[in-house]
């Protein structure tokens, strides 16, 4: 198993990173979250006050951006960053942005035995010609609740209501966007995450035992 690509698309908060992790570590691929691409973005406007609504200004920004940290940090895992970078995702020439950074990430690290990469368009669009493509699939509500537990246990205050109504407007934006809407990807496993996460990567380590 040489250079080969995973994606793993599905809504927020449905335990993509989780198990892009777990699935980077067992199979010693590199992760690349592409979220973290589309939240740096966010910060970067949200600092230097560019008006999200004003395309020239965010053209002019990204023109400006010659490089994108892909850490995680979280100053970037804000409600507001979340709801920025799902707002900026729409535009075609953000995703393009985005996308090349991606492709220049993949050639960069050639040498390396493969990738996992997960966002919501990476099996549809970006790696079309993955040799894995996996789509994660939780009820809302599931995901909410351990959105929460995850908050509440990392010191944070939070309120259950709110975190479901943030996970479902923000489904709702990646799902109706002209743009790489999240879809299942044509010849994507559907994985069931519903269940605990033994479950989850028993389900996943059979299929790429087999690619
Ligand atoms: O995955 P994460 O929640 O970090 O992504 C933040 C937002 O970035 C998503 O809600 C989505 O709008 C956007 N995104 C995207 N395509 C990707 C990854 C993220 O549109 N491949």
Do not use: C
Not at 95 to 101: A, P, Q, S, T
Not at 191 to 203: E, H, M, P, S
């Amino acid at each position: 198993m040489r250079n080969i690509i995973i994606t793993i698309d599905g809504p927020a908060a449905s335990g993509k990173e989780k198990i892009s992790k777990y699935i980077s570590k067992k199979w010693k691929l590199k992760h690349l979250d592409s979220g973290i691409i589309y939240r740096r973005l966010a910060l970067v406007l949200l600092k230097d006050k560019v008006n999200i609504k004003n395309v020239n200004q965010i053209k002019k920004k990204l023109k400006e951006i010659s490089n994108v940290s892909f850490q995680k940090s979280r100053r970037i895992r804000t409600q507001e960053i979340s709801n920025l970078a799902s707002k900026i995702a729409v535009y075609n020439f953000v995703r393009i942005f985005v996308n090349k950074l991606q492709y220049k990430f993949v050639e960069n690290n050639k040498n390396n035995q493969g990738f996992v990469i997960d966002g919501r368009d990476i099996g549809s669009v970006v790696f079309k010609k993955a040799n894995l493509k996996l789509y994660i699939e939780v009820k809302p509500e599931i995901r909410a609740k351990r959105r929460y537990k995850q908050l509440i246990d990392s010191g944070e205050k939070s309120i259950y209501r709110k975190i479901l109504k943030e996970i479902t407007l923000r489904d709702q934006k990646d799902k109706v966007r002209k743009h790489s809407p999240l879809i299942i990807p044509k010849g994507a496993y559907i994985i069931d995450n519903n269940g605990t996460f033994n479950k989850t990567v028993k389900q996943i380590n059979k299929l790429i035992e087999i690619i």
